[in-house]
Each structure stands twice: as structure tokens, then as C-alpha cells.
């Protein structure tokens, strides 16, 4: 008859595949190979993992329950096991573009370190919540290309690329400040620069936000004479992102110039048609088109008021709604 198996061999046992004659527990009768798939051992197993993971007041853990914090689902718009659940998001794939002028601050230097940590940290509160998020940087506040073709003999389409080559220095300087405070962050380029960032591959960006990525797309569309406005529709329209969230110096678009009209009303809400036949500077009109023609919503608000990234990415009402209502995601012409 064979010697019971001790409890305190399954160190033994955890680290090897069979039971061996090597230990001073093997049977004197024919030898018999012990795994986890033993009734018996199983069985003492499961009892000592629940007994390890469960806490002290008897809970499961979170990883257990598929509960947060405070009972709360860990899939945002999913129910809890507590049957509470939090509100549903408006977006789950949203492009944010920041002008590159937004990145400058207050214009004392190119890039202000204080506004690119705000945008991280903003971007970082609803990532946690599910949503993926893919950013397009312009390169205003280091070169704009349509502002010095003609000068000293350069022609508009190596300005261009100059600009182009300004968004990637804010895209690897955006990069870095997320990555510091914890947010993995990939940069892709619309041509090949494959030491400091990836080439823009549409099914690995999407591979990438679907794995919680946050993806910056550089480089415009990697084409002259189209800005990076355009750039940020044909990214949206191609990752299937769901609305473009313009991030400028302004609160929205206005009915007549702030600066000049105090009295100029904020437009909550407008149509492409109305930006086109307005000739509102919005964004340009080959990117209202491409928007209008894709069904994407365009929503316009002020980057440095505090908290309108997350409002704007959650989908709240801020700023100024082209092509659609804030009570509906159905884009509107």
C-alpha cells in the first residue's frame, strides 16, 4: 500500500513536472506519478489559492469579481457585480489634434513644458476610462511652411516638408512627457524615419490603440500643400475614430471676431455647411469636407482652460459641435 503524499511536498511537486524517487516521500510500491491533474491534489490546491487571495474580510479580489474600486466594473458602461455601473461615454476612438501654436503656452519659448505635461496627464485620466485616444500635432510654433515659401528662394513644397519635420519634434517631445508619467505612447510618421519613430502603418496604429496605446501621428499626411487639419480628418476617417477634437487658443468657433467684438456669441453647435458657406476659419476646407463626407464631428475648444480635454474626449458639452447635436453622435450636415 502506498505512503499517503505529505502536505508539505507540494513545493516539491510545484517545481517539478512528476513526483521523482530522488525525495525521501517516494512509495515503496510500484512508483506513481503525481500532477495537478490528481483529484485529490487538485482539490488541496484550489483550497489553499482562495484561502491566498481572498481578503481578510472574506472578498474576493477585484481580478476575481470584475469589480473596481469602490464595487465599480473595471469595462466602462459594464455593470458591476454590486449592480452598479458607470455612466456610458459618448466616444471610445477619439483623435485629438493640438495646433502647434497651443503647444507654444505663452509663446516664450517653442514648446512649453507645462502645457504638454497638462495634455499627458488630461489624456492619461481617460485612457483609465477605456477610451482609445490617437493625436495629431501641428508644427506652427516652429515653422509653418505656408508662411515662409517665397522666402530666400524656397519653394512651398520643401516648406512644407521643413513643417512637416517641426510636427515630428513636438510629436517625440509630446511623446516623452507622456511616457514619464506612465502612458505608453508610440509615434508614427507619415514617411520613413525609422530611428526615432515608427512608419504610419494603418492596422498597427489600430493595433496599438486597441491594446490601450496612446498613438501620435506625425508628419502630416506626408504630402505638401495639405495642413495638418486635413491631416487629422484622414487619420480619423482611416483608424474609425469617431470625432475630432480641434484643441486651439480660442473657447470655439464665434459669430463675429472676439477680439474685435466683445459682444461676439459663442456657437454651441453648427453645421458643415454652415463652416463652408460662412467661410468660417474652423479648419481649412478641405478637412470640413473630408469630415462632412465621412460623418465625423468636428468639436472646437480652448486647450488651456483646465479639464476641457477630458471633457471634450468624454464626450461633455465644451467648446463649439460641428456636425452634430450634443445630444446625439449622429453627425449632421
Known amino acids: 500500500m502506498a505512503i499517503p503524499l505529505p502536505l508539505t511536498s507540494y513545493s516539491q ?12 516521500f517516494v512509495p515503496l510500491t510500484p512508483r506513481r506519478r503525481y500532477s495537478f491533474s490528481d483529484q485529490n491534489f487538485s482539490r488541496r490546491v484550489l483550497i489553499s489559492c ?17 469589480s473596481g474600486l469602490n464595487g465599480q466594473s473595471s469595462f466602462p458602461g459594464m455593470p458591476s457585480f454590486d449592480g452598479t455601473s458607470k ?19 505663452d509663446e516664450e519659448q517653442n514648446i512649453d513644458p507645462k502645457v504638454t505635461m497638462s495634455i499627458a496627464r488630461e489624456v492619461a485620466a481617460v485612457t483609465r476610462l477605456g477610451i482609445e485616444v490617437a493625436i495629431v500635432v501641428g508644427g506652427g510654433n516652429i515653422f509653418r511652411g505656408s508662411t515662409w515659401a517665397g522666402c530666400s528662394g524656397l519653394d512651398r513644397s520643401s516648406a512644407d516638408y521643413i513643417g512637416m519635420l517641426a510636427t515630428v519634434m513636438n510629436a517625440i517631445f509630446l511623446q516623452a512627457t507622456m511616457e514619464s508619467i506612465g ?9 520613413r524615419m525609422s530611428e526615432v519613430a515608427e512608419p504610419y502603418i494603418r492596422r498597427r496604429a489600430i493595433r496599438h ?10 508628419a502630416g499626411t506626408g504630402n505638401p500643400f495639405f495642413t495638418t487639419d486635413t491631416a487629422a480628418a484622414l487619420r480619423c476617417a482611416e483608424i474609425n475614430a469617431e470625432v475630432v477634437l480641434k484643441a486651439t487658443n480660442v473657447d470655439g468657433v464665434f459669430d ?16 458643415y455647411q454652415e463652416v463652408l ?23 472646437v475648444f480652448n486647450l488651456s482652460e483646465p479639464g476641457n480635454i477630458t471633457k471634450a474626449i468624454k464626450g461633455e458639452r465644451v467648446g463649439t459641435l460641428i456636425g452634430g447635436t450634443w445630444n446625439s453622435i449622429v453627425a449632421t450636415t
Request: hydrophobic residues 35%.
Open 87 to 105: 455612466p456610458p461615454l459618448k466616444w471610445r476612438r477619439v483623435l485629438l489634434k493640438v495646433s502647434g501654436e497651443a503647444l507654444a503656452g
Open 183 to 191: 502612458i505608453p505612447t508610440r509615434v508614427q510618421t507619415a514617411f
Open 256 to 271: 463675429d471676431d472676439p477680439k474685435q467684438n466683445p459682444n461676439a456669441r459663442l456657437l454651441e453647435s453648427l453645421t
Open 209 to 218: 490603440l486597441e491594446k490601450g496605446r496612446v498613438v501620435i501621428f506625425a
Open 277 to 299: 458657406s460662412k467661410d468660417l476659419s474652423v479648419m481649412d476646407m478641405t478637412a470640413i469636407t473630408l469630415c462632412q463626407e465621412n460623418n465625423i464631428p468636428v468639436v
Open 50 to 66: 482562495s484561502s491566498s487571495l481572498s481578503s481578510n474580510n472574506g472578498s474576493t479580489p477585484e481580478s476575481m469579481n470584475g
Open 13 to 24: 511537486i510545484s517545481a517539478s513536472s512528476s513526483y521523482t524517487s530522488r525525495t525521501s
